[in-house]
């Protein structure tokens, strides 16, 4: 199980994702709570004129912080899909 969530997180690290320019990122992203629970520190992220181009019916858009060593993990208990880097996250696209 280890061997598949380091193989997860090699792929979400080298997967291709646009980047965001400095001043677009985390300051002014929308963060709530946790994803999965309070704690979790995968959050969703809420809409504004950042987000809403990710956003989409019967997904969630969540951010994980950069470097989080649970984002493989999350990647494959959610089946997420990365979408962009923004000052300090990572967006994910979460099916519902």
Same mark, same amino acid.
């Given at each position: 199980?280890? /061997?598949? *969530? $380091?193989? =997860?997180?090699s792929?979400? $690290? $080298?997967? /291709? =994702?646009?980047?965001?320019p &400095?001043? *677009?990122?985390a @300051?002014s992203?929308? $963060?709530?709570?946790?994803?999965? #629970?309070?704690?979790?520190? =995968?959050?969703? %992220?809420?809409?504004?004129?950042? !987000? #809403?181009?990710?956003?989409?019916d019967? !997904?969630?858009?969540v951010? =994980?912080p950069?470097?989080?060593?649970? !984002?493989g993990? &999350? %990647?494959?208990?959610?089946? /997420?899909?990365?979408?962009?880097? *923004?000052? @300090?996250? %990572?967006?994910?696209? %979460?099916?519902?």
């Amino acid at each position: 199980m280890k /061997a598949f *969530a $380091l193989i =997860c997180v090699s792929t979400v $690290l $080298l997967s /291709a =994702c646009q980047q965001v320019p &400095f001043g *677009a990122g985390a @300051g002014s992203l929308p $963060l709530m709570s946790g994803y999965r #629970n309070r704690a979790d520190k =995968c959050v969703r %992220v809420g809409e504004n004129e950042f !987000t #809403n181009q990710y956003l989409e019916d019967g !997904t969630d858009l969540v951010g =994980c912080p950069m470097g989080y060593e649970g !984002t493989g993990l &999350f %990647v494959f208990e959610t089946e /997420a899909s990365q979408l962009a880097d *923004a000052q @300090g996250y %990572v967006l994910f696209s %979460v099916p519902r």
